[in-house]
């Protein structure tokens, strides 16, 4: 949820952060308020992705040259910390 304050009357109340961006009516008195968020939204994907390829893309890189070298315990110890890079990524991206 996000907190929105109206700026006609300064009513505050929360939206669902599925509005982020969007317009919500104040319950209050009516008025169209703008849901801040939308810029930071980019800023936030953009921030998660280039983390996950500055930290993913190398193990998973270090992962398949242990599979191509036939080099199972790199291959398993990399490929399972490139699984959980990607999981966090997933839940970083669905609890936003
Ligand atoms: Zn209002």
Request: hydrophobic share 50%; proline share 3%.
């Amino acid at each position: 949820m996000l907190s929105i304050t109206c700026k006609q009357c300064r009513t505050g109340w929360q939206v669902p952060k599925s509005k982020k961006g969007g317009q919500v009516n104040c319950p209050s008195c009516g008025v169209v308020n703008e849901v801040a968020g939308a810029s930071d939204a980019g800023w936030f994907y953009g921030l998660a992705f280039g983390g996950y390829a500055l930290v993913g893309l190398p193990l998973a890189i270090t992962a398949v040259i242990g599979i191509l070298n036939g080099e199972a315990g790199t291959a398993v110890c990399f490929g399972s910390a490139f699984a959980v890079v990607t999981i966090v990524l997933l839940f970083v991206l669905l609890g936003s």
